[in-house]
């Protein structure tokens, strides 16, 4: 993420640079979905957006569950190998199945095609906004971090 964004209040200690963005960034989309829209349908096409982006990490999650339950040699825990097969697919499928499901507009949604667009852009826009930072930002870090890291070798080494 930009470092500006996490800059905190002197006073409040609160990020007040994200706070602000996150207002802005809220008004915006309200105001686009107001177009030609009533307040129930704005509300039903805001809250379908919420629940697909909340869900999409818990994609990650299970993937990962099964991922490990697949790949390690020997899960070390309390469960083994076919309980964390079972439950990250199990999740997985039940997540996907969830977000899938938010596609089906519901009875105060007028226009289909409009729903559609709006879910299908709104979850690339954000989920793709979300990958941008995390490689970018998440690249700029890791070149910062290895150029101000500095070797220090043991007093053994020194006086060879």
């Not at 996150?22 to 379908?48: C, H, P, Y």
């Not at 982006?53 to 993937?63: I, N, R």
């Not at 970018?136 to 020194?158: D, F, H, I, N």
């Amino acid at each position: 993420m930009p470092r500006w964004l996490g800059n905190v209040h002197p006073k409040y200690a609160t990020p007040y640079a994200a706070l602000i963005l996150q207002g802005i960034v809220s008004g915006l989309l309200v105001l686009l979905n107001f177009a030609g829209a009533g307040v129930q349908e704005t509300f039903q096409k805001l809250l379908s957006l919420a629940v697909v982006l909340q869900l999409v990490p818990f994609l990650y999650m299970f993937g990962a569950l099964v991922k490990f339950a697949v790949s390690e040699t020997k899960p070390v825990g309390q469960y083994g190998r076919g309980t964390l097969f079972t439950a990250g697919l199990c999740g997985l499928l039940t997540t996907t199945l969830g977000i899938l499901l938010v596609f089906f507009p519901a009875a105060q949604i007028t226009s289909l095609w409009q729903y559609e667009l709006w879910m299908v852009g709104g979850t690339v826009f954000f989920v793709g906004l979300a990958a941008f930072f995390f490689f970018v930002y998440g690249r700029r870090k890791l070149v910062q971090s290895a150029s101000s890291k500095t070797v220090t070798l043991p007093m053994s080494e020194v006086h060879r």
